[in-house]
């Protein structure tokens, strides 16, 4: 905050200079207006034409009418409570094994990041294939070692869903516990020696040292994973495709599949029915990262 | 002693009861897929751990483009490039001009421009889809690739906007003050100043929007529709409709679309992992 400060006191002089030179103040227009018509005609048109679309209070009516509305916020809920929280305690608990000093982890956490680095839709086709009912690689394991065929995995919808949210958590596990670790690894290694020399047990200086240092990031972490997962389209779209009988589309989804319909009006409706939730997440991460 | 190495192997044991469930929990699908791809049509069903006879012949198949699914698979696989390496050209030259300009030439409104351009980045891309879907269409970009190629450049802007700015506050305005006194422009200023000294940040951030395009499915799917016309996971996601679909090759075609990104990922590692860490969450 206060080389922020200093930064700006150094600046000044030089930024008012400029202001009276008008070519400094033209250049810079110049420069900025590639950006700000790609806003406007990509970002502000659209949102503004869609909020357009979705006028009619009658458009919100039908919307809460549809239960398969209502189910997708329920699902959405789920995936976030669940989807988050078990993402956020594994890469917790993984930020503090791939801190350790071997050289077989130092490889592992190099293989780790895979699910993040490649694609979502070749591994996610390559999941839902694992899980087919009949020549699927699960099925054929249970039929070997039981002689039963085994569940239509996705064929019910809330195993379904809990195999989106596995999905979803397998592909992003990754970022996150990196995220972690390099919060960890900033933490000083002489609190921990001092610890040990007061004879503190391993869940004291995680309660007393680790954790203090990681909440803020953790925090903004779940804020943040909250924004990107209620984005996520391919884990459930790709997986279950909203089915069986539409029972398993999450908000991401469900604007797709009202736009199949021909009802935009209800596509717009659901996103701007999501607005409460989303709007304080993104500007509290817009005041963490504009500081 | 014995009870100092006692421990010892304990806390071994500890970390390798972590260590591979995690091996196996991540490279189980990602092998699945390698093992459909290396599997003849017949095995690839049976189950087994290796193939008996594994093969090459799925890659065959996918180059030749030797069944009717993979009919444009060269032409769709040049789409994802042209796409990717567009958009992160575009994404580039913009998100480094407004960098430039909010941070430099300190633009009257540049720091509106950046909070809109944050408050993008934080609204989940699934929801401006729809409406960007039918804007596309107003504006006649409907099934053609330039559709896609802004929608990306919309996308990965704000973010790209917001790393350059970041590091554009970094660099002394000493040299700026230095380059004025000695009489220079502002585009001299831009060109022999400010492009070498950011150069490191631009090689992350066009790889961030190379791979965001080149990895997107949902609005390359909602806005091409031609064989022709789509990029490799729209026609990778096509291969679902059908009932018949040749899963080997399937499998085959996704290993080949997700090797680039990860050689790119695995090169520019260093600068990915701090770019990302240092961007998306500040303690």
Sequence with gaps: ?291 | MTRLSLRGVTTEAKLLLIGVPVFLWTLLPIYHLFLFAISPKESAFSGEIWPEHPTLRNFAIVFGQKHYFLSHFWLQLWNSVFVAVTSGAITLLVATASAFAISRLKVRGGRTVMNLALFTYFIPAAFLAVPMYKTMGLYGLLNRQWALIWAMVAIASPYAIWVLKQASDKLPYELDEAAIMDGASPMQLFRLVYLPLILPSLVAIGTYALLLAWNEYLYAFLLLSRDTDITLPVALGNFLAADDSPWELLMTTGLIYALPPAAIYYAFRRYMVAGLTAGAVKS
């Design chain 1, 1 to 291: 905050m206060t080389t922020l400060a200093l930064d700006d006191a150094k600046t000044a002089p030089v930024a008012t200079a400029r202001r009276r030179l008008s070519p400094w103040q033209a250049w810079g227009l110049i420069l900025i207006a590639p950006y700000v018509l790609i806003f406007l005609a990509f970002v502000v048109y659209p949102v503004g034409y869609g909020l357009w679309l979705a006028r009619s209070p009658q458009s919100y009516v039908d919307l809460v009418d549809d239960p398969i509305f209502a189910r997708a916020v329920v699902n959405t809920l789920i995936f976030l409570i669940v989807g988050i929280n078990v993402k956020m305690m594994l890469a917790l608990v993984l930020s503090g094994f791939f801190v350790q000093q071997r050289l077989w982890i130092r490889w592992l956490s190099v293989l780790f990041i895979l699910p993040w680095a490649v694609p979502s839709i070749p591994t996610i086709l390559s999941i839902r294939f694992m899980l087919n009912p009949e020549w699927g690689m699960i099925n054929q394991i249970i039929f070997r070692l039981t002689g039963e065929d085994g569940p239509n995995w996705l064929n019910n919808p809330s195993l379904a869903l809990m195999f989106a949210i596995l999905v979803h958590i397998w592909k992003s596990l990754p970022f996150w516990t990196l995220i972690l670790v390099a919060a960890r690894l900033s933490i000083s290694a002489d609190l921990y020696e001092a610890a040990s020399v007061d004879g503190a047990t391993g869940w004291q200086k995680f309660r007393h040292i680790t954790w203090p240092s990681l909440q803020t990031v953790y925090l903004t972490s779940t804020i943040l994973s909250m924004i990107w997962t209620l984005g996520d389209f391919n884990s459930v779209y790709l997986l279950t495709g909203g089915g069986p009988a539409d029972l398993t589309h999450v908000l991401a989804t469900l604007g797709i599949r009202y736009l199949r319909l021909d009802r935009v009006d209800l596509a717009m409706a659901s996103i701007v029915f999501a607005l409460p939730l989303v709007l304080p997440l993104v500007f509290f991460m817009m005041k963490r990262l504009s500081r």
